[in-house]
């Protein structure tokens, strides 16, 4: 049964660098876009980008400037990275999988989430 | 970007009632709208994709219909365990948005 688990800081200071990664176990990373979606306290589901396989990728415009994606084969994982952060970068910070379904694609597999806050 | 409208943002029912979510989107979206589930603590699960289609493994009681801009997730005798959050999403053109979620509670 594939799954995914997200990883890293729980707390990162204001102006520093947020990193998390995505594990993927029991199943391969070909195939399919790896994306990254955040959820700030008492708010809705933001999209913040995806990393396709190949290496390709796609990313919010309300991020762009401040976030890279990037996709591991080698190593089953896939990993964000944030810079500049600020308070309102505090978040529960999910990964997921989508899967092409006919001309669309849907998210069939996601992570449990991992909170982080951004304070000093 | 295309903007979601979800609604109601709660909703009370009772086993076995039936409910239903709209969601609505600011443009066109042909069938490009997907239904999540999610309970506070766990990975969020899809449910219908592509407006429609029920996700294998989603129990028969969960249905989509719509297309446009206009979506509809009904939900027929609910079960104890489907009291969560609901999202809806659209998957037609990036950045990729999320309705604002639909909290289902006893």
């Known amino acids: 049964q594939v799954q995914l688990q997200e990883s890293g800081p729980g707390l990162v200071k204001p102006s520093e660098t947020l990193s998390l990664t995505c594990s993927v176990s029991g199943g391969s990373i070909s195939g399919y876009y790896w994306i990254w979606i955040r959820q700030p306290p008492g708010k809705g589901l933001e999209y913040i980008g995806y990393?396709?396989?190949?290496?390709?990728?796609n990313y919010n415009p309300s991020l762009r400037s401040r976030v890279t994606l990037l996709v591991d084969s080698s190593k089953s994982q896939f990993s964000l990275k944030l810079i500049s952060v600020t308070a309102a970068d505090t978040a529960v910070y999910f990964c997921?999988?989508?899967?092409?379904?006919?001309?669309?694609?849907?998210?069939?597999?996601w992570g449990r989430g991992t909170l982080v806050t951004v304070s000093s | 970007d295309i903007q979601m409208t979800q609604s109601p943002s709660s909703l009370s029912a009772s086993v076995g009632d039936s409910v239903t979510i709209t969601c609505r989107t600011s443009?066109?979206?042909?069938?490009?709208l997907n239904w999540y589930q999610h309970k506070q603590g766990k990975a969020p699960n899809v449910l219908i994709y592509?407006?429609?289609n029920l996700q294998s493994g989603v129990p028969s009681r969960f249905s989509g219909s719509g297309s446009g801009t206009v979506f509809v997730l009904t939900i027929t005798g609910l079960q104890p365990e489907d009291f969560a959050t609901y999202y809806c999403q659209q998957s037609d053109s990036a950045p990729y948005t999320f309705g604002q979620g639909t909290k289902l509670e006893i």
């Open positions: 990393s396709f396989y190949t290496g390709s990728t």
């Open positions: 997921a999988r989508g899967v092409a379904s006919g001309p669309s694609w849907h998210l069939d597999l």
């Open positions: 592509a407006a429609s």
């Open positions: 443009q066109s979206i042909s069938n490009n």
